[in-house]
């Protein structure tokens, strides 16, 4: 569970969440492939496909092994997502993850409906140890889940109010925030896309689910080195995740597109 919490920590940053300003008409499509590293050596790349029509999204990410990891382990792991934005918040519809391990797959199956969890199979269950803070069905209501966790409105052009927020999250199995902080602005570039690009600090917050004394969640809870930078899409009232950096003991994680192409958000 150990990688899994990391993953769904990674995945809830560089993911997709609300606009409170009406979105443009036309539809709006992302698609990017992200490499992922830790202390520069590579470690897994992922390919995420997000679309909005409407009021309606829907976002496929699929994430595998590169490098020296594929020596420790083959696991792929796919997400999805679908949902609505209505009333200047986002209100997903369905969340599921599939991760095939050889011992112990992984499968998170939930139906959500305004912004509650209506329906949930997680699987392998998380277990009832001392020290754990139990999940209550309030922990299940107003949040989002992790891939549509970074879909960032905006009110100005240059996207700065982005990183203005707190972010629910519920994955399955925990329930944590992430707060958004503004930190200043760069230009980014990668095949397909160049820009100026927004810099939000992070901070993670365990909220129940986990084990506050646990070494892990300490260092996550106390750690000032997460970052998120991402690209305002003015026509379409929202910000999204272009690349995120996370400090670690063994070094850092960075979560960085090779290739991103953006269309029908005036871009």
Same mark, same amino acid.
């Given at each position: 569970?150990?990688?899994?919490?990391? *993953?769904?920590? *990674?995945? =809830?940053?560089?993911?997709?969440?609300? #606009?409170? *300003? #009406?979105?443009?008409?036309?539809?709006?499509?992302?698609?990017?492939?992200?490499?992922?590293? &830790?202390?520069?050596?590579? &470690?897994?790349?992922?390919?995420? %496909?997000?679309?909005?029509?409407?009021?309606?999204?829907? #976002? %496929?990410?699929?994430?595998?092994? /590169?490098? @020296?990891?594929? &020596?420790?382990?083959? !696991?792929?792991?796919? @997400?999805?997502?679908?949902?609505?934005?209505?009333?200047?918040?986002?209100?997903? *519809?369905?969340?599921?993850?599939?991760?095939?391990?050889?011992?112990?797959?992984?499968?998170?199956?939930?139906?959500?409906?305004?912004? +509650?969890?209506?329906?949930? +199979?997680?699987?392998?269950?998380?277990?009832?140890? %001392?020290?754990?803070?139990?999940?209550?069905?309030?922990?299940?209501?107003?949040? !989002?889940?992790?891939?549509?966790?970074?879909?960032? $409105?905006?009110?100005?052009? +240059? =996207?700065?109010?982005?990183?203005?927020?707190?972010?629910?999250?519920?994955?399955?199995?925990?329930?944590?925030?992430?707060?958004?902080?503004?930190?200043?602005?760069?230009?980014?570039?990668?095949? =397909?896309?160049?820009?100026? #690009?927004?810099?939000?600090?992070?901070?993670?917050? $365990?909220?129940?689910?986990?084990?506050?004394?646990?070494?892990? !969640?300490?260092?996550?809870?106390?750690?000032?080195?997460?970052?998120?930078?991402?690209? $305002?899409?003015?026509?379409?009232?929202?910000?999204?995740?272009?690349?995120?950096?996370?400090?670690?003991?063994?070094?850092?994680?960075?979560?960085?597109?090779? /290739?991103?192409? &953006?269309?029908?958000?005036?871009?």
């Amino acid at each position: 569970m150990k990688v899994l919490s990391l *993953t769904a920590l *990674t995945l =809830g940053l560089v993911a997709f969440s609300a #606009a409170p *300003t #009406a979105i443009a008409s036309s539809k709006v499509t992302v698609d990017a492939n992200y490499e992922i590293s &830790i202390a520069g050596w590579a &470690i897994a790349k992922a390919s995420l %496909d997000f679309s909005m029509s409407g009021d309606r999204y829907e #976002a %496929d990410l699929f994430m595998r092994p /590169k490098g @020296v990891a594929k &020596i420790v382990t083959a !696991v792929r792991t796919s @997400v999805q997502a679908e949902g609505r934005v209505k009333g200047g918040k986002v209100l997903p *519809t369905r969340y599921n993850v599939k991760a095939d391990e050889t011992r112990r797959p992984v499968r998170v199956n939930m139906t959500l409906r305004s912004g +509650n969890v209506s329906k949930l +199979n997680a699987r392998p269950k998380l277990k009832k140890l %001392d020290g754990r803070v139990p999940i209550t069905n309030a922990h299940r209501r107003s949040i !989002v889940d992790p891939l549509s966790s970074g879909l960032l $409105p905006i009110r100005t052009a +240059n =996207g700065r109010d982005a990183c203005d927020r707190t972010l629910n999250i519920f994955d399955g199995w925990t329930r944590y925030d992430v707060r958004l902080y503004y930190k200043g602005t760069r230009s980014v570039s990668t095949k =397909g896309y160049r820009g100026k #690009a927004v810099v939000c600090g992070a901070r993670w917050i $365990p909220v129940a689910g986990h084990r506050p004394h646990k070494k892990e !969640v300490r260092y996550l809870a106390n750690n000032k080195r997460l970052e998120m930078t991402v690209i $305002p899409l003015p026509a379409a009232g929202v910000a999204i995740p272009y690349s995120v950096s996370i400090g670690t003991p063994n070094g850092e994680i960075r979560i960085e597109p090779s /290739k991103m192409s &953006i269309s029908g958000a005036g871009v």
